[in-house]
């Protein structure tokens, strides 16, 4: 499963990605996240690393346990 193309809907409510964020991202899960369920990870990711609110380490860990945890 491709991290960048999933939605934020699915990554959050379907994929267990709260749990991830709350791991790796804590500092994210202040936003209303159901304003960006439309949008997809990748978006959102882009979006955060150029206001500031996620360091690139903690995205690409992020990532890198989402793509460990479905690898296909």
């Known amino acids: 499963m491709d991290f960048r193309s999933t939605t934020a809907r699915d990554f959050c409510e379907d994929l267990g990605g709260k749990e991830l964020m709350a791991q790796y991202t804590p500092n994210l899960l202040k936003f209303p996240l159901k304003l960006f369920y439309k949008k997809t990870c990748g ?7 150029k206001k500031g609110h996620v360091t690139p380490e ?9 793509e460990a945890k479905y690898p296909d």
Do not use: K, N, Y
């Open 43 to 49: 978006e959102i990711f882009d979006l955060c690393l």
């Open 58 to 66: 903690a995205a690409a860990a992020l990532q890198a346990a989402f």
